[in-house]
């Protein structure tokens, strides 16, 4: 069953370094977000990408924050500066609709800044 | 501005019973909603869907019941087992001008007691 893949699982950086978090879509998938959970919170969105472009993005996804689809399947999100308060788990999705469908997520990948 | 709200943070309940999830939601340009189920360090993993002009569908153990002029929807799992024992997250979608952007509730951790 085709699914999404994220890298790394787990990352751990200092204050004020820059992370690049990479998502694998579903191949044939043609709308992709990048959603985070901070520990015991919610679900957040931060930024939806259709077309090679941003379609969408939240409060949270300030311009520390940026997305590529730099080769046509890698999907990427780079925080230039991290920041404490930017340690959470990081989810990709992607969905083939853009209508009704289903979102479909990758397992995540924890940032953890010190 | 909750959107979509999960008004119980948890629930707990027997093993064979009837386990009831609740959604409410503010925005009556939602037009899909969205049931998720997610184990710890795992990502969400969709469960079940209804679109909104349908006020249910069924899926094996799982129905989802929309109640739109309520702004109120349900999961029913039966009968519950064990392994059902997650966070479920409620889920809404709204067409944008690029894609669909979907809004989740901050969940409840379902416990199924054997």
């Known amino acids: 069953e085709p699914e999404v893949t994220q890298t790394p699982s787990h990352q751990v950086t200092q204050m004020g370094q820059e992370v690049i978090l990479r998502c694998v879509p579903i191949?044939?998938?043609?709308?992709f977000y990048w959603y985070r959970q901070i520990l015991g919170q919610k679900v957040e969105f931060l930024v939806s990408f259709y077309n090679n472009e941003i379609s969408e993005k939240s409060e949270i996804f300030d311009d520390q924050f940026s997305v590529e689809r730099p080769d046509g399947s890698n999907f990427t999100l780079k925080i230039r500066s991290t920041k404490l308060e930017d340690s959470a788990m990081y989810f990709c999705?992607?969905?083939?609709?853009?209508?009704?469908?289903?979102?479909?997520f990758g397992e995540g990948s924890r940032l953890t800044v010190l | 501005d909750q959107q979509v709200k999960q008004n119980s943070p948890s629930l707990s309940v027997q093993e064979g019973r009837i386990s009831i999830l609740n959604c409410d939601y503010t925005?009556?340009?939602?037009?899909?909603f969205l049931w998720y189920k997610k184990y710890p360090a795992e990502g969400p993993t969709f469960l079940i869907s209804?679109?909104?002009?349908?006020d249910k569908n069924e899926d094996g153990r799982f129905t989802v019941f929309l109640n739109k002029s309520a702004k109120h929807l349900s999961l029913h799992i039966v009968p519950s087992q064990p392994g059902d024992s997650a966070v479920y997250f409620c889920a809404a979608s709204v067409l944008g001008n690029y894609g669909q952007n979907f809004v989740f509730g901050p969940g409840t951790r379902l416990s199924v007691l054997p």
């Open positions: 999705a992607s969905t083939l609709s853009g209508v009704a469908g289903e979102l479909f």
């Open positions: 925005n009556s340009m939602f037009d899909y």
């Open positions: 209804i679109s909104s002009i349908k």
């Open positions: 191949s044939n998938h043609l709308y």
